[in-house]
Each structure stands twice: as C-alpha cells, then as structure tokens.
C-alpha cells in the first residue's frame, strides 16, 4: 500500500506564502512522479505542478513564477512552496501520484486527503 500525508496549509493573507509538504509512505519501490492539485468550491480539481524523480517540472498557467515544486527522492517528500499568493489560491490541496510500483503490483493514481489553503483579501 502507498499512503500519502499532506501538510502545511492554512489561512494565510494575500501576497502571504505557505509551504505545503507531501509524504510518501508504506511498501514501495520509487516514485517518478508527485504532483499536487486543487479543488476550489463548486469547481473541478484542477493540476497544479508535477516534478519527476530527475526534478523536471511543470506547472499550470495561473501559478507559474509564484509556486514552486520541489522534492526529496530519499525522504519521498514533495514540497509546495507558495508565495504571493491570492485569493483565487483558495481550494484543498491534493498531493498524486499518478503510478506507484508496490511490492503487491502497480498502484494508479494515488491521492492524499487533502489540505486547505484558504487566502484573505
């Protein structure tokens, strides 16, 4: 099994930063890809960023040169650096991984709980 634990959000105020945190755990190999989404109220999950286990990375129109992807391949942790942010930032936070190869076979499209993010004006 592959669990995956986000951490880091809050309430924070416009043009404020936060870093959000995404740990791999249970009986795995290697991850090549984490990605974090978000879901706004009333809106669809929508992708974020990605970073690959060679630390390439892509990120969606609306935060480019404000979020920032990172990774520790050792401790299978993602992290979500955050900074000026705006209210339109406000959603749950969702870290995936889109394939896992476990010790039971490959697992698909992992996801953690989710963490909240919420931006004042």
């Known amino acids: 099994q592959v669990q995956l634990v986000e951490s880091g959000g809050g309430l924070v105020q416009a043009g404020g930063s936060l870093r959000l945190s995404c740990v791999a755990s249970?009986?795995?190999?290697?991850?090549?890809?984490m990605g974090w989404y978000r879901q706004a109220p009333g809106k669809q999950r929508e992708l974020v960023a990605t970073?690959?286990?060679?630390?390439?990375?892509n990120y969606a129109d609306s935060v480019k040169g404000r979020f920032t992807i990172s990774r520790d391949n050792v401790k299978n942790t993602a992290f979500l650096q955050m900074n000026s942010l705006k209210p339109e930032d406000t959603a749950v936070y969702y870290c995936?991984?889109?394939?896992?190869?476990?010790?039971?076979?490959?697992?698909?499209?992992?996801w953690g709980q989710g963490t909240q993010v919420t931006v004042s004006s």
């Open positions: 249970g009986s795995f190999f290697s991850i090549n890809v």
């Open positions: 995936n991984v889109p394939r896992v190869a476990t010790y039971r076979g490959v697992k698909s499209d992992v």
């Open positions: 970073i690959t286990s060679g630390s390439d990375t």
